[in-house]
């Protein structure tokens, strides 16, 4: 599937608008992730991640004009991020994307990046 076509399936920017406003309501509930997240308001996070999350699917390329190449490990290298903070964030992502009720070929294409981009931005050792 083309992820322009995954950007149009989804219902384009008020789909992916909702998926993070709802991803990061979340947030702030859970400890292990408002131990990592610096901002007492969120607002300027929830934009940046919809912005990226728009342009990464096949949206308007506002993210890049505004931040530059994403470069999203190295941007998350000053959070510690452990598997607990992993599971965390991908538990709450996986019920911002499951309340939107898309289609399900689309609702397993954005599970499975989340899947695969969560894992590849741990930058904690496992502990003993
Ligand atoms: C594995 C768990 C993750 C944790 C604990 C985490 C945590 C964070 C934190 C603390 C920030 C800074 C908040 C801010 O923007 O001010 C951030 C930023 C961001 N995160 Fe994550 N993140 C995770 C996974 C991901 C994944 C999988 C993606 C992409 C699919 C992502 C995309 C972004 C983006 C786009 C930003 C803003 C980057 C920028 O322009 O500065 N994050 N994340």
Partial sequence: MLNRSVYELAG????????????YAR????????????????AGATERLTLFLIQYWGGPQT?????GHPRLRLRHQPFAIGQAERDAWMSHMTAAVESLELAPAVCKALLDYFETASLAMINQPVPD
């Fill in 12 to 23: 384009g920017e008020e789909t992916f608008k909702l998926l993070v406003e709802r991803f």
């Fill in 27 to 42: 947030v702030p509930e859970d400890p292990v992730l408002r131990a990592v997240y610096p901002e007492e308001d969120l």
């Fill in 63 to 67: 993210y890049s004009e505004r931040r």
